[in-house]
């Protein structure tokens, strides 16, 4: 486990995020997709908010606009990445709802 921390380390949540995405999508069987993205979201979550982040606004949206994915943007790959879009965001809603704003804690200080 230290080892994804230390991957996202060097190389920032933008690229941990695209590798990660990119290896999900390489399979083509439905339930090694929905593991994939099972993991994926686990894996997320050494820095929920930060690759929340690099999925919205670089992964997803590169992987939209870009020619070369025309062909991945298929079923079951394209549900599995809206799959995991969903998951990450909900997740990250949640925790950014269950931690204190700073205000909150310089007041219980």
């Given at each position: 486990?230290?080892?994804?921390?230390?991957?996202?380390?060097?190389?920032?949540?933008?690229?941990?995020?695209?590798?990660?995405?990119d290896h999900v999508?390489?399979?083509?069987?439905?339930?090694?997709?929905?593991?994939?993205?099972d993991?994926?979201?686990?894996?997320?979550?050494?820095?929920?908010?930060?690759?929340?982040?690099?999925?919205?606004k670089?992964?997803?949206?590169?992987?939209?606009?870009?020619?070369?994915?025309?062909?991945?943007l298929?079923?079951p790959k394209?549900?599995?990445?809206?799959r995991?879009?969903i998951?990450?965001?909900?997740?990250a809603i949640?925790?950014?709802?269950?931690?204190?704003?700073?205000?909150?804690?310089?007041?219980l200080?």
């Amino acid at each position: 486990m230290n080892e994804f921390c230390n991957l996202i380390s060097l190389g920032g949540p933008r690229w941990f995020v695209d590798r990660v995405v990119d290896h999900v999508l390489s399979f083509n069987d439905i339930a090694c997709l929905q593991d994939g993205v099972d993991l994926a979201y686990g894996l997320f979550h050494f820095d929920l908010q930060q690759c929340t982040l690099a999925l919205l606004k670089h992964i997803l949206p590169s992987f939209l606009l870009s020619k070369s994915s025309e062909l991945e943007l298929i079923e079951p790959k394209i549900s599995a990445l809206f799959r995991l879009t969903i998951c990450t965001v909900y997740s990250a809603i949640q925790l950014s709802k269950k931690r204190p704003k700073m205000s909150q804690i310089e007041i219980l200080e």
